[in-house]
């Protein structure tokens, strides 16, 4: 079965009414038969049949054992990172997510818990740092915002040998591009505000497991800790599924064209993405993608902040934003938007410099998008020859 059916056919007719769409079930409670007897649902914050759909919606897509909704994507990170305890270690890679980061850096190291942050395309940086008391080897594939590709089932293997779980955050790729459980990770995380809802209109968060007994922890967390998803916000995130496949089919031939219009272009350093040949890592991308995704980022030869910032306030197309996956393209300048909690030293040793720019191609044609760009560039390109 393709992908695209396998995602219908897995959001169930209601079977109450045979709707088609998933009702939404705006209610704090259930009544019970009796005391402790019920239809399988008794409170909205331990179960709710809309967001019981979402779940294993996700769980079906990312071919899990159990996933978990969460009122934002770092709350399901929040949730996965109460699985450790004080003296556990983290490896992480280095160019991680900044709101990652700061959870890591300014919440849980006051609780004991360690992170070390290596570049983990490099199988020898995870050999060489991984310790007894590494818990959760932590990767981003791709990274926001230089796409690096770090290999899943590698790095999978190596946890395993030394008693630790992979955790890996699908954001960028998603379950259409890639299932990172098959390739033997152990939880996979999504900000389903992103691809997985797709349309910029809601915020939401996942967690997808492999066993019946990290399922019950996080289901304990879940429960205990209170982040749950909305029902409403359930529902637009199943119905921002129903479209997965060709939105980021649609985003990803578009960004591929970008990324090779970007390469040529005079104004340009640095291009990154997955699915150009020069990528680091382009053959372990090709061996466990399907496409190379809708994220493009880019520095330019001027690289100073001032040359990023006026390309993405010249855009017409592209709207400055913070986020990505939406049908609607978008621009940011993570030195100054999503990674501004980062210290500057640590920011550039991840390769994040500061005329980065990462766009987030959406659903309009390419020549148009390729267009808006070309000209934000063209007048950073003559202000900087004024300049001279």
């Known amino acids: 079965m393709q992908e695209e059916t396998r995602i219908l056919n897995s959001i169930p007719v209601d079977p109450l009414t045979g709707a088609i769409s998933t009702p939404i079930y705006q209610t704090s409670t259930f009544e019970q038969e009796a005391p402790g007897v019920h239809k399988g649902f008794d409170y909205a914050r331990s179960n709710n049949p809309t967001r019981k759909v979402l779940e294993d919606l996700v769980a079906t897509l990312e071919n899990g054992k ?123 995380i999504h900000s389903a505000t992103k691809y997985l809802a797709g349309h910029s209109d809601v915020i939401a968060g996942v967690v997808i497991v492999n066993t019946q007994d990290l399922a019950e922890k996080i289901k304990f967390i879940q429960n205990s800790s209170g982040g749950i998803l909305g029902p409403f916000d359930s529902w637009l995130t199943i119905r921002g599924i129903e479209t997965l496949t060709l939105r980021i089919q649609k985003q990803s031939e578009t960004a591929q064209k970008l990324a090779e219009f970007l390469l040529e272009n005079e104004a340009v350093d640095t291009v990154f993405y997955p699915g150009l040949a020069s990528h680091h890592n382009h053959e372990i991308a090709k061996k466990q993608q399907k496409l190379f995704g809708g994220v493009v980022s880019f520095t330019l030869k001027e690289d100073t902040i001032v040359s990023a910032e006026k390309v993405v306030t010249t855009t017409k197309l592209f709207h400055l934003a913070e986020s990505l996956g939406g049908v609607k393209s978008l621009i940011c300048h993570p030195a100054q938007m999503t990674h501004k909690s980062i210290p500057e030293a640590t920011r550039l040793a991840s390769g994040v410099k500061n005329s980065l720019i990462r766009v987030s191609v959406g659903i309009e044609h390419a020549d148009d998008l390729i267009e808006d760009i070309k000209n934000a560039l063209e007048k950073v390109k003559a202000e900087v020859e004024l300049k001279n």
């Open 66 to 188: 159990a996933g978990f909704a969460f009122a934002s994507g770092l709350a399901a990170i929040d949730a996965v990172i109460k699985l450790l305890s004080a003296g556990d270690e983290v490896l992480a890679v280095d160019d991680i997510y900044g709101g990652t980061y700061r959870i890591f850096t300014h919440i849980y190291s006051k609780f004991g818990i360690s992170v070390n942050y290596v570049d983990t395309t490099d199988i020898n940086n995870i050999i060489d740092n991984i310790t007894p008391k590494t818990k959760f080897i932590w990767i981003e594939t791709p990274t926001n915002p230089t796409l690096k590709i770090s290999d899943i089932e590698t790095i999978a293997k190596i946890a395993h040998q030394n008693g630790a779980y992979l955790v890996v955050d699908n954001t960028f790729a998603s379950p259409a591009l890639q299932t990172p459980i098959d390739l033997g990770a152990d939880i996979i």
